[in-house]
């Protein structure tokens, strides 16, 4: 099959990989619809996090069952199925009480590397969720949101108890920001400010439910949330950069016995303890547990109440890839959906 592997900083290829298999009586293998280039694949592609010799490449996908293992039920060839970037049980403890990304026998689909035509999904069962009927070629985008930076902006917003009555700031304009906005606004949050210096995602914050934009970043942004705020911070604000900046702006923007919920992959981010002592906030947050939501943000989608597709703003086919990491790199492109 084709697939994306990226051999060292900046160096994207398609290329024959070997055709996935089951391993486990547990395992189904998918034939990939559609995938996509997340930010944190741009960690590895910028050379921030290193590469190790050519490594397959991504961990978000929809698509149909193409064969299963002996022991999977759930699951039947020829579903629609949706999953998360972490393959996991559902049954243990850990993943019974609603934090799947940590259970105690999670994969990284990452490591499967789902921009390819076919990919394996370790805990079948556990992982996957099947649509109710085939989904249109729109849904077929939002449910790809699903897998990641829906399900993600999702966790952020819960985790930051966004709700009626609440005021939201989200730090972070790129796709899972854009979405915290939208489960914000589904979560019947009352004024979202978006902060966002870039005119065409200001433009997608607003359409998904943006209250209020902030163009200023760090204390200049922290001041401009404390002033449409009384003076005291948003109460409930997400953050989904990662930076030492985004994480300081997050707290800052709170105010005290509000919450924060990161969803950022933390890169070098140093909290200073009596500063977060003295900032009164709850803090919340962890890579998504996005299996917890995957019922109810299909049902969302398939019903028409949502479009989270909309952050996709570049489709290539997967012979393009290359492209596709470019232009998100460089910010021409807030997501980029890849078709095999
Ligand atoms: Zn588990």
Redesign the pocket.
């Given at each position: 099959m084709r697939g994306v592997v990226l051999h060292a900083p900046g160096d994207i290829r398609v290329e024959q990989r070997e055709d996935p298999a089951i391993v486990e009586p547990t395992d189904a293998i998918i034939h990939v619809t559609a995938s996509c280039v997340c930010g944190s694949d741009l960690w590895s592609y910028r050379g921030i996090e290193a590469v190790s010799g050519p490594t397959p490449m991504g961990h978000e996908y929809v698509g149909v069952v193409e064969e299963i293992g002996a022991e999977v039920e759930n699951i039947k060839v020829g579903d629609f199925v949706v999953g998360s970037f972490y393959a996991?049980?559902?049954?243990?403890e850990?993943?019974r009480a609603g934090y799947?990304s940590s259970?105690?026998?999670?994969v990284l689909m990452g490591e499967m590397g789902t921009q390819a035509e076919r990919a394996r999904v370790p805990l079948a069962d556990?992982t996957l969720v099947a649509t109710p009927s085939e989904p249109t070629p729109a849904q077929v985008r939002g449910l790809l949101a699903v897998s990641d930076v829906l399900g993600t902006g999702w966790f952020a917003a819960v985790a930051a108890e966004a709700g009626p009555g609440k005021t939201v700031a989200v730090v972070g304009d790129g796709a899972v920001g854009l979405l915290g906005v939208l489960a914000a606004k589904q979560l019947g949050a009352e004024r979202i400010i978006a902060m966002s210096r870039h005119a065409d995602r200001q433009k997608l914050a607003w359409g998904l439910g943006a209250t209020d934009i902030v163009t200023e970043r760090g204390d200049e942004g922290v001041a401009k949330i404390k002033e449409l705020t009384g003076g005291l911070g948003a109460h409930s604000v997400i953050e989904a950069v990662g930076t030492q900046e985004s994480m300081t702006q997050a707290i800052h923007s709170t105010r005290p016995g509000g919450h924060v919920g990161y969803v950022g992959v933390s890169h070098d981010v140093a909290l200073n303890g009596l500063e977060l002592f003295l900032s009164a906030v709850h803090l919340h947050g962890g890579p998504a547990p996005v299996r917890r939501f995957l019922p109810q943000l299909i049902d969302l989608i398939m019903s028409g109440e949502i479009d989270p597709g909309v952050v996709f703003d570049l489709t290539l086919p997967l012979e393009q890839a290359a492209d596709g990491y470019r232009a998100m790199d460089e910010r021409r492109a807030t997501k980029v959906l890849l078709v095999p």
């Amino acid at each position: 099959m084709r697939g994306v592997v990226l051999h060292a900083p900046g160096d994207i290829r398609v290329e024959q990989r070997e055709d996935p298999a089951i391993v486990e009586p547990t395992d189904a293998i998918i034939h990939v619809t559609a995938s996509c280039v997340c930010g944190s694949d741009l960690w590895s592609y910028r050379g921030i996090e290193a590469v190790s010799g050519p490594t397959p490449m991504g961990h978000e996908y929809v698509g149909v069952v193409e064969e299963i293992g002996a022991e999977v039920e759930n699951i039947k060839v020829g579903d629609f199925v949706v999953g998360s970037f972490y393959a996991t049980d559902n049954t243990c403890e850990i993943c019974r009480a609603g934090y799947q990304s940590s259970c105690v026998r999670s994969v990284l689909m990452g490591e499967m590397g789902t921009q390819a035509e076919r990919a394996r999904v370790p805990l079948a069962d556990g992982t996957l969720v099947a649509t109710p009927s085939e989904p249109t070629p729109a849904q077929v985008r939002g449910l790809l949101a699903v897998s990641d930076v829906l399900g993600t902006g999702w966790f952020a917003a819960v985790a930051a108890e966004a709700g009626p009555g609440k005021t939201v700031a989200v730090v972070g304009d790129g796709a899972v920001g854009l979405l915290g906005v939208l489960a914000a606004k589904q979560l019947g949050a009352e004024r979202i400010i978006a902060m966002s210096r870039h005119a065409d995602r200001q433009k997608l914050a607003w359409g998904l439910g943006a209250t209020d934009i902030v163009t200023e970043r760090g204390d200049e942004g922290v001041a401009k949330i404390k002033e449409l705020t009384g003076g005291l911070g948003a109460h409930s604000v997400i953050e989904a950069v990662g930076t030492q900046e985004s994480m300081t702006q997050a707290i800052h923007s709170t105010r005290p016995g509000g919450h924060v919920g990161y969803v950022g992959v933390s890169h070098d981010v140093a909290l200073n303890g009596l500063e977060l002592f003295l900032s009164a906030v709850h803090l919340h947050g962890g890579p998504a547990p996005v299996r917890r939501f995957l019922p109810q943000l299909i049902d969302l989608i398939m019903s028409g109440e949502i479009d989270p597709g909309v952050v996709f703003d570049l489709t290539l086919p997967l012979e393009q890839a290359a492209d596709g990491y470019r232009a998100m790199d460089e910010r021409r492109a807030t997501k980029v959906l890849l078709v095999p």
